[in-house]
């Protein structure tokens, strides 16, 4: 959980490598996927060691990470700070850009030194952009662009994506779109998974500006997803519009470098029902907006450098669902959910890194954070009979004073040894601390629809909030051993055990039992999010085998990673979403203009289920993918390939349950299906 893991630039036709400053040490290295379409940014890194995706929409996976999901991850958007808006967290921070618009993705898991972020416990996920690019001094104007188009089998998906650019040596323009639509996916049995379709566009500028050891950057950009399908959530997204603006300055002065950030983005979000594969009618509307600042400046010491940082981030939330007219249920007034919610965060941290010798560097730092969060009166539909438990929680939450304040610390050291030129070792500890999220603490409904309306984790139970809650603090230990040979083509194998302590892990009592849909053969329960202790811990694993080099067949490599990880609660009983033992092996081919790469996914049965969220059981499975790419020319490049080329029939173990499946066709509660086979193909044009 030590580690630093640094993508390379995963551009779908691009993995040169890139450099990352010294507190990112690059000591497992992610194998990056760009061979295939992907729509959904969270995708990118998952060939990575210890990370995983727990089902969502099509392009609003929620990233985990050695057992850590979500929330409990820091995500950055070229320095933005993006919060869930939505009780089902449907709008994803990793949702607001598409892959093709993402130049680089890097996972720092666990450990990670203060300056990459707080308010996490798992780690932190950086995404950036399109860099701005510049002219030669004194030469012409620089003009480029691309044009890339993708399709997948699967749901009949086209994702296509368009970039320009304009530069001087002084001055930069840029524009970057990219468009995916997704009818509902088939699964191995060839059954269509009903209500998984999904439309998505992401827009946005870059301007930038340089002098003398200084640029100033600005970002703005729209998103707008008009539907999108979650088959294990009890509603569907029916639009989402996204706003952002984000300013950077960086300047290199004699005593040292700033950095300076302010950024806006606002989202407007509404749930519901729109397509004949899942019917219904229930309008929920979200308003949330981001907005916030960071200041760092680094200043260089006689062995290494000390950083300095000041951040504030702010988040406005109004959550509420109007009347449905003629419903007894569903009025005669507006439910209002959360009234005005806030949740404001000021930072103050230090981080100095220090060389000692040739052989042994380190990292230490300290964060404190203030969280501020309040909110305002709420209501339910109505007083009438249906309404009764709803009626009186509101009541009860009225009565209570909601404003909350958490004074948390994180502390971090790490320590590197360059043994020899062959083998380097990392140890690290860690304090993190992350304070619960709006709904957690003040989500208030009694009822079984209300409470089945906040629910991120695709099990189909329901969830209520808790005024009590204490924010989490995790103690995490972990150690890292990289043994390697031979360059960036040559050989490595690196191991990485960890282990955290979790004090107030926001975990669930149960509060009662239903049935979803009311169907007799199928159980969901009740839930209230409480503070309990936990403990996670576990290993990771991956390498790299040079195997064979000719002039006729090009050079074979041998790479892979495998990933065990488990998650209990200190009194007993296992956490929710912990991936099985899994392991990925392929072997890839490069020779002349082309890239062919052959790869095996093993996944073991998942039976250390989580019994308070009656989490289902997911047998083992095993996968083939195949995927190859040429570069025609300069200009052109193809690729193709084939996911789950034997058509296996299977459970994703962090799907979650098939609740649109459940409500069309009766019966039990079932595992969300998974994909099956999907023969996929590109083209990327580049001018």
């Not at 709008?91 to 093709?100: E, G, K, R, T, V």
């Not at 220090?354 to 404190?368: E, F, K, N, P, Q």
Request: aromatic share 10%; net charge neutral; proline share 4%.
């Amino acid at each position: 959980m030590a580690c630093a893991i640094a993508m390379p630039a995963v551009a779908q036709t691009n993995t040169n490598a890139f450099s990352v400053p010294p507190e990112m040490k690059v000591i497992v290295t992610a194998i990056s996927d760009s061979y295939r379409p992907a729509a959904d940014t969270a995708q990118m890194l998952s060939r990575t060691p210890g990370y995983s995706v727990a089902a969502g929409g099509g392009v609003s996976g929620l990233p985990m990470v050695n057992g850590f999901a979500d929330d409990r991850l820091k995500i950055r958007i070229d320095g933005m700070e993006i919060t869930s808006a939505c009780a089902n967290h449907m709008n994803a921070p990793l949702s607001y850009i598409d892959p093709q618009q993402v130049q680089r993705i890097s996972l720092l898991a666990g450990v990670t030194p203060v300056s990459a972020g707080g308010d996490n416990i798992g780690g932190t996920i950086e995404v950036q952009s399109a860099a701005p690019v510049f002219a030669q001094a004194g030469g012409p104007l620089r003009t480029e662009g691309s044009l890339a188009v993708a399709g997948r089998s699967v749901n009949n998906s086209v994702s296509t994506s368009a970039t320009a650019s304009a530069a001087t040596d002084k001055f930069s323009i840029g524009y970057s779109g990219a468009y995916t639509r997704g009818q509902s996916y088939d699964d191995g049995h060839g059954n269509k998974v009903l209500g998984s379709m999904v439309e998505s566009i992401n827009q946005a500028i870059v301007l930038a500006a340089r002098g003398e050891g200084q640029q100033v950057t600005l970002r703005a950009g729209v998103q707008h997803i008009p539907y999108q399908g979650f088959p294990n959530q009890y509603m569907d997204m029916t639009d989402n519009h996204g706003q952002f603006a984000n300013l950077a300055y960086k300047g290199q002065f004699g005593w040292g470098v700033l950095d300076a950030r302010a950024y806006w983005q606002q989202t407007d979000h509404e749930m519901g029902f729109f397509s004949s594969e899942r019917p219904g009618t229930m309008p929920m509307l979200t308003h949330g907006r981001n907005t916030g600042y960071a200041l760092q400046a680094s200043f260089p010491t006689s062995t290494g450098e000390l950083r300095l940082g000041q951040e504030y981030h702010g988040f406005r939330l109004d959550d509420y669902w109007p009347a449905v007219p003629g419903s007894m249920m569903m009025g005669p007034q507006t439910y209002i959910n959360i009234n005005n919610g806030k949740r404001d965060r000021t930072v103050l941290f230090g981080e100095l890194e220090t060389r000692h010798d040739a052989r042994w560097t380190s990292i230490v730092g300290l964060r404190g954070e203030s969280v501020r969060m309040d909110t305002g009166q709420v209501q339910s539909y109505g007083d009438n009979m249906m309404n009764m438990a709803d009626t009186a929680a509101a009541k009860a939450f009225n009565a209570r004073d909601h404003n909350r304040r958490d004074t948390n610390i994180d502390a971090t050291a790490q320590a590197r040894f360059e043994a020899d030129a062959n083998s380097s070792y990392e140890f690290a500890l860690a304090r993190k601390t992350r304070s619960p999220n709006l709904y957690e603490r003040y989500s208030w409904g009694r009822g079984t629809m209300a409470m089945t309306m906040t629910n991120w984790f695709g099990d189909g139970n329901g969830y209520v909030g808790n005024l009590g809650l204490k924010p989490e603090t995790a103690y995490t230990a972990a150690f890292t051993a990289d043994w390697h040979g031979g360059g960036d083509a040559g050989w490595f194998v690196r191991v990485n055990p960890y282990y955290s302590k979790v004090n107030n892990y926001i975990d669930v009592d149960v509060l009662g039992s239903f049935n979803p849909y009311m169907q007799m053969g199928a159980k969901g329960n009740l839930l209230q999010f409480a503070n309990h202790d936990a403990h996670l811990y576990g290993a990771n694993l991956s390498w790299q085998l040079p195997l064979a080099n000719s002039t006729r067949w090009g050079r074979f490599t041998a790479t892979g990673n495998a990933a065990y990880t488990r998650g209990k609660r200190s009194e007993g009983g296992d956490l929710y979403r912990m991936m099985p033992l899994n392991a990925l092996f392929a072997v890839e081919q490069a020779v002349g203009a082309w890239r062919n790469r052959i790869v095996a996914k093993v996944v073991s049965r998942k039976d250390d289920v989580d019994a308070r969220r009656l989490e289902p059981l997911t047998g083992g499975y095993a996968l083939v993918n195949l995927r190859s790419s040429v570069a025609v020319n300069k200009m052109a490049s193809l690729n193709f390939g084939v996911s789950n080329l034997f058509n296996r029939a299977y459970a994703d173990p962090l799907g979650g349950v098939y609740l649109s499946g459940l409500q069309a066709n009766g019966g039990a509660l079932q595992a969300l299906p998974a994909e099956g086979r999907s023969i996929e193909v590109g083209l990327q044009l580049k001018f």
